[in-house]
């Protein structure tokens, strides 16, 4: 597939990596733009990705915080035919995007999963057993097609758009509900094993502290069941 690609990327104190994954993100796509969006990170990662001179990266600063909303402002300022999402501080899965855009010939998403045949993941304890709780319940609620709904890693169509368009509110649980509207619209998707690396420390968006932790856990568990019952 040589259509041109969009790759959003959300930051949040991520200096000691960003520049690491911008660079692996234009290895490995040949045709691609980079929107990052940067939630006034006080690490001075903005101020290192302002540094980089390639056209083909757009950065954007703001006040608020928030990954869903990273990610709609992302999707506006995209131009392409295929939309993606990488985790910032996951730069060395982007060698998989390759693999994912030859997928997406013949499907309308590609995700990367944490819970197909082939994947192992070398999270935290902690963090490994919550999402497999979060993606138990989305199973057993939403239905067991979708294996990861909280994947951080996947590529689009930007056809999608038109049946399954992202609410941008909360933090990672937009995702599940955007996966689950492409899937009840008949949307073709593909999940790809993958290997989890081990969490960064002091870059976790989700597990700053246990309070956080626990909180957006039931944002989670609230989304799943707003998913369910949501009309449009």
Not at 13 to 42: G, H, Q, R, W
Not at 174 to 202: C, N, Q, R, S, T
Request: aromatic share 10%.
């Amino acid at each position: 597939m040589d259509k041109k690609v969009s790759i959003i990327l959300s930051t949040y104190n991520e200096a000691s990596v960003i520049e690491d994954t911008i660079n692996k993100i234009f290895k490995y796509i040949n045709n691609v733009e980079i929107i990052l969006v940067d939630d006034d990170s006080p690490d001075g990662t903005f101020e290192k990705v302002k540094k980089i001179q390639n056209p083909n990266l757009k950065a954007f600063k703001r006040k608020s915080r928030g990954l869903a909303s990273a990610f709609l402002l992302g999707l506006i300022n995209s131009s392409s035919e295929v939309v993606g999402w990488l985790d910032s501080n996951m730069g060395s899965l982007a060698e998989r995007f390759p693999e994912m855009l030859r997928q997406l010939e013949k499907n309308d998403i590609v995700i990367l999963s944490r819970y197909v045949d082939g994947s192992v993941d070398h999270r935290a304890k902690h963090r490994v057993l919550t999402s497999q709780l979060i993606n138990f319940f989305c199973r057993l609620i939403l239905g067991n097609q979708i294996k990861d709904y909280t994947t951080g890693i996947f590529l689009m169509r930007r056809e999608v758009l038109l049946s399954s368009v992202p609410i941008a509110t909360g933090h990672g649980e937009f995702f599940i509900e955007f996966i689950y509207k492409a899937h009840k619209a008949g949307m073709k998707i593909i999940e790809l094993p993958y290997v989890h690396p081990p969490d960064i420390e002091g870059m976790s968006k989700t597990a700053a502290n246990a309070f956080r932790f626990c909180y957006l856990g039931s944002r989670y568990f609230i989304r799943i069941i707003q998913s369910l019952f949501r009309r449009n």
